[in-house]
């Protein structure tokens, strides 16, 4: 290729710098940054709470190419696969994102005008409120957590007869390792006997797809004999002395501080003046030792179990929360849908604000 003579990249440069003249006079600015839709790369799915697609048709996208994926990889490991061929799934990826980029095929207005009365249901009055919205967003992570749900059945289920026994299922490496590397250190009891038995609702030994649901996902059931067995795991990886409680010094080394740190996250006030931690610290303890005995037992551990692993619908609420502070014009609480096509990119950007990435305690994710 000939090398551009002088004249010729000024010319590029004058030109560039007019368009980007011409941008900056386009009354849509703030729109610009984020103006491409994205879809989220195939296993992004698994595990990436601050962007749940808002618009189901977007998830069903981004989970069937999920799947084609993860069908290629599985029976490449597996080895009776059916020979690889990664650029067409590539290719139609790239298609999906066209697609909902090309305004006459996607219509981010028209979808939105079509999404409202959907959300805007508790009750029906012409706006959608921080409740309603959490709902919806909810709906949509669980929808993709059942999804994956549904697939990992697939792997653990080896006679595929829609349950899963205990014999039958296989800890992923991470819990092995935590497990095995001795045996005397059962300080782990994830993908235990236990774990698997409080699963199970009806306790017929096998775990069927929702107790396997929430098997994985023990903050988000609704199994109180799950919550209990979180609770008894909170104590165990942290009872230094074995003696099934947890003492003021075994709380402050090992959990406190993941409790605070929560704290601090739903009222930033809270944590600010504390420059020394023993005083809240101490607090919450007593404030959790109802029988004042100098020990928390797991049923005290109850109260803040969410706080130590957050639910779908802490999630939820986080996403809402980010949506309302950039779309709400009016700051009123709630979105009307001339907000929402307004702020289509909002609602339809992948791109979300870093602030969102906490790292939370929680094993699954
Ligand atoms: C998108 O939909 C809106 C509302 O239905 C309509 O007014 C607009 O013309 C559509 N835009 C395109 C490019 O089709
Ligand atoms: C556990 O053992 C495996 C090999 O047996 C080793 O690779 C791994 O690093 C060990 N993990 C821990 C936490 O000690
Ligand atoms: C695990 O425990 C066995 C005895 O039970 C001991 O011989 C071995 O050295 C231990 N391994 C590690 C990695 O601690
Ligand atoms: C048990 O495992 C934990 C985490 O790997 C480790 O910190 C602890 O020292 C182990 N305890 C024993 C007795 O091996
Ligand atoms: C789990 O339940 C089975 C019966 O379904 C029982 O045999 C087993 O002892 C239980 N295990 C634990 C650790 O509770
Ligand atoms: C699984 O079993 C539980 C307990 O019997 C039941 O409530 C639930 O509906 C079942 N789920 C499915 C998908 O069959
Ligand atoms: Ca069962």
């Keep these: 290729m000939a090398k551009p003579s002088v004249p010729v990249v000024a010319a590029y440069v004058t030109l560039s710098v007019f368009?980007?003249?011409l941008l900056s006079l386009s009354p849509r600015r703030s729109d610009l940054t984020?103006?491409?839709?994205?879809?989220?790369p195939a296993g992004a799915a698994r595990g990436d709470h601050s962007r749940v697609p808002f618009d189901p048709l977007i998830s069903d996208?981004?989970?069937?190419?999920?799947?084609?994926?993860?069908?290629?990889?599985?029976?490449?490991?597996?080895?009776?696969?059916?020979?690889?061929?990664?650029?067409?799934?590539?290719?139609?990826?790239?298609?999906?994102?066209?697609?909902?980029?090309?305004?006459?095929?996607?219509?981010?207005?028209?979808?939105?005008?079509?999404?409202?009365?959907?959300?805007?249901?508790?009750?029906?009055?012409?706006?959608?409120?921080?409740?309603?919205?959490?709902?919806?967003?909810?709906?949509?992570?669980?929808?993709?957590?059942?999804?994956?749900?549904?697939?990992?059945?697939?792997?653990?289920?080896?006679n595929h007869d829609g349950f899963i026994s205990f014999q039958e299922y296989e800890p992923p490496s991470w819990v092995r390792e935590l497990n095995d590397n001795n045996s005397t250190n059962d300080t782990f009891?994830?993908?235990?006997e236990?774990?698997?038995?409080?699963?199970d609702i009806d306790e017929n030994?096998?775990?069927?797809?929702t107790e396997f649901n929430d098997f994985?996902?023990?903050?988000?059931?609704?199994?109180?004999?799950?919550?209990?067995?979180?609770?008894?795991?909170?104590?165990?990886?942290?009872?230094?002395?074995?003696?099934?409680?947890?003492?003021?010094?075994?709380?402050?080394?090992?959990?406190?501080?993941?409790?605070?740190?929560?704290?601090?996250?739903?009222?930033?006030?809270?944590?600010?003046?504390?420059?020394?931690?023993?005083?809240p610290a101490k607090k919450l303890f007593t404030h959790l030792d109802l029988d004042n005995d100098g020990f928390l037992t797991a049923a005290e551990l109850k109260p803040v179990i969410h706080d130590l692993h957050p639910s779908e619908r802490f999630f939820a609420k986080q996403q809402t929360d980010y949506v309302l502070s950039q779309a709400d014009t009016d700051k009123d609480g709630r979105l009307s849908l001339k907000e929402m096509i307004d702020n289509p990119y909002v609602f339809y950007s992948a791109i979300f604000s870093e602030e969102n990435d906490y790292i939370y305690h929680d094993e699954f994710r």
Aim: hydrophobic share 35%.
């Design 19 to 21: 368009f980007l003249f």
């Design 34 to 40: 984020n103006r491409r839709l994205k879809l989220r």
């Design 61 to 158: 996208i981004e989970l069937h190419r999920d799947d084609l994926e993860w069908e290629r990889s599985h029976f490449l490991s597996t080895g009776d696969a059916p020979p690889a061929e990664p650029l067409p799934e590539w290719k139609d990826f790239m298609d999906a994102e066209d697609y909902i980029n090309d305004e006459d095929r996607f219509n981010v207005t028209y979808r939105i005008s079509v999404l409202f009365p959907k959300i805007d249901v508790a009750p029906t009055d012409g706006f959608v409120t921080r409740e309603e919205l959490t709902e919806w967003n909810l709906k949509q992570e669980e929808k993709e957590v059942m999804h994956n749900t549904r697939r990992d059945m697939n792997i653990f289920d080896k």
């Design 189 to 192: 009891g994830w993908w235990k």
């Design 194 to 199: 236990e774990h698997f038995n409080a699963s």
């Design 205 to 209: 030994g096998l775990l069927n797809l």
């Design 216 to 279: 994985l996902h023990p903050a988000d059931s609704n199994n109180p004999k799950l919550i209990e067995w979180l609770c008894r795991e909170e104590i165990r990886e942290r009872d230094k002395d074995k003696d099934g409680k947890l003492s003021y010094q075994e709380y402050l080394t090992g959990l406190f501080r993941l409790i605070r740190n929560y704290d601090e996250f739903y009222s930033p006030t809270h944590g600010a003046a504390d420059t020394s931690s023993e005083i």
